[in-house]
């Protein structure tokens, strides 16, 4: 699964990089063409407003330039007139040093340039003269397009811009050739055969008024906001790549940590699941073992009990000695002590390998404990211990196994009194739930509690709660354990809240009805 994630995760990261690098150069492109359209239409404005501030105001002198050759002016006309409209002309671009302004005759002789002009806007002496017609701007397509009164506009990706001091550059160049019409129309209204564009309308006679007397040339030098743009689109790909670089490089770091994991954690699973069948295995078998000696210990057991008994009543006749009659009641004593806990061993061992079967019938709970209360009582007494039963209202009535629910009373009863000192309380309390109608039982002792962490202890089997009382009596540690294996086969609930030199209280739930497939009715 990893591999097939890091592997469309390469994929995915050449398809990113490829993505972005074309989406880079399309938006360059867009960008351009956006920018473009917008100088070509700030160019035509601007020869426009050259045109309507200082061409129209000045009509003589560019009347006279331009008609040349039909009034025949002097030299010092002609170069007053040019002095005149240079001066006007540098002072309406002298701060509009963004483009290269051109201003030409319609026969292609430069009237004026920004870049060229070197006049003082303050003297008062003609000193300009009228340059030959151009040879070139007389081929321009530009040019010619011009001369039929349509604005013509080219972009040049690699034009030569020259700088002062001499320097020329290549760079992306915005040209646009705007004709100067004689009455400022746009669209010049002559006759059906002389539409702009169809053909050159320069102007050749003074009397007509819809012609073209002159060309403005911009040339706007775009080649900075380009270097900046193609900066911005190489910063804004490498950004995307780099993200795409940490974001994949992250997945491939992730995914390698998380094989690790997933693997160390599935070797881990499978150790621990061999581990728990050997450990259910060790663990039937030790209850199977258990069970077996338990059944062969019960045989010779209750015949030695069985005799002791025998003897002890003096059924074949009086013992002489008072010597033997206490080593006879000794006996006797020990055999149901130790038959005791055989049985509780043999009945764990079952409840453990589920083989336990249930014996279920109406039990009334609160006669149950009454009849356990006395049955403990002569061990109470011993002790010095007060029982205190608090029963109120009518029966509680459940169906239950009657003798198990019984022993399982009977020893979370004795295990309170064992270890409650003298003139300690235990209290035994039971009520009906009317939710569900379950019945609970709770034992509380005032004896020597335990701490939190020592009761997953207690009720393990054989586990004791190490203490001076408890050392004191006998057992084997199976009370707890073995009530709450109980508890659970009749599908209640155990819970202890003990504390240190405070006591303990044990509290079992029992539901209305047992369900369970081991049972016999």
């Known amino acids: 699964m990893f591999f097939y994630i890091r592997w469309f995760s390469s994929i995915g990261f050449f398809i990113a990089v490829l993505s972005a690098i074309l989406g880079g150069y399309y938006s360059k492109e867009m960008v351009i063409g956006d920018f473009t359209t917008t100088i070509e239409t700030n160019n035509s404005l601007l020869a426009q407003g050259y045109i309507n501030a200082i061409w129209k105001r000045h009509h003589a002198e560019t009347k006279l330039l331009t008609e040349q050759h039909q009034k025949s002016p002097t030299p010092a006309m002609i170069s007053k007139a040019l002095f005149d409209l240079d001066k006007q002309s540098a002072r309406f671009f002298q701060y509009m040093p963004i483009a290269t302004i051109n201003i030409y005759t319609t026969d292609g002789v430069k009237l004026f340039s920004t870049q060229d002009q070197t006049i003082d806007l303050y003297s008062k002496h003609p000193s300009a003269s009228v340059s030959a017609p151009s040879k070139t701007l007389l081929d321009d397509k530009l040019f010619l397009t011009s001369l039929t009164g349509i604005v013509s506009t080219s972009t040049i990706k690699n034009g030569i811009i ?20 004689r009455d400022n129309s746009a669209v010049p209204e002559v006759s059906s055969y002389n539409q702009p564009g169809e053909m050159n309308i320069a102007c050749s006679d003074t009397n007509v008024l819809n012609c073209v007397e002159g060309v403005v040339e911009v040339r706007y030098n775009a080649s900075g906001q380009l270097r900046n743009l193609d900066m911005f689109r190489q910063i804004t790909t490498a950004a995307i790549i780099i993200a795409f670089i940490i974001a994949v490089f ?15 954690l599935h070797k881990t699973n499978t150790e621990l699941a061999a581990q728990i069948v050997s450990a259910r295995a060790e663990n039937r078998d030790k209850s199977q073992f258990l069970a077996n000696v338990s059944h ?25 000695n ?12 020990s055999g149901v002590h130790l038959l005791s806990l055989i049985n509780d061993i043999l009945l764990y061992s079952k409840a453990e390998a589920d083989k336990l079967e249930l014996d279920i019938s109406e039990i ?22 007060h ?6 209202g009518g029966p509680l009535v459940i169906k239950s196994d009657s003798k198990k629910l019984r022993q399982v009373v009977l020893n979370l009863l004795n295990n309170a009194v064992k270890f409650t000192p003298t003139s300690g ?12 109608g379950s019945v609970s039982v709770e034992i509380k002792d005032t004896g020597i509690g335990m701490a939190p962490k020592d009761i997953p202890h207690a009720v393990t089997p054989f586990g004791q709660f190490d203490s001076t009382i408890a050392r004191k009596h006998k057992g084997t540690g199976l ?27 044990v509290v079992i739930c029992l539901p209305k009805e047992i369900q369970n497939k081991n049972i016999v009715l």
């Open 322 to 333: 008072k010597k033997y009659t206490e080593y006879i009641k000794d006996i006797y004593a």
């Open 162 to 181: 020259k700088q002062a001091g001499g320097v020329t550059l290549r760079g992306l160049v915005i040209r646009s050739f705007v004709p100067i019409m």
């Open 479 to 505: 009370g707890l354990p073995l009530a709450r294996k109980l508890v659970d086969v009749m599908g209640g609930t155990f819970n202890i809240h003990s504390e240190l030199g405070k006591g303990t209280a």
């Open 250 to 264: 992250l997945l491939f770091l992730t995914s390698k940590k998380a094989e690790t994991t997933i693997i160390r």
């Open 425 to 436: 309380v235990v209290t035994i309390t039971a009520w009906q739930n009317t939710a569900d």
């Open 364 to 385: 009334d709970v609160k006669k149950l404990i009454r009849n356990s209360l006395r049955a403990v009582r002569p061990q109470a007494d011993i002790g010095l211990v």
């Open 296 to 320: 062969e210990l019960r045989t010779p057991l209750n015949a030695i009990v069985g005799f002791a008994e025998f003897i002890k009543l003096e059924r074949s006749g009086r013992i002489t």
């Open 387 to 392: 029982l205190k039963e608090e029963l109120v």
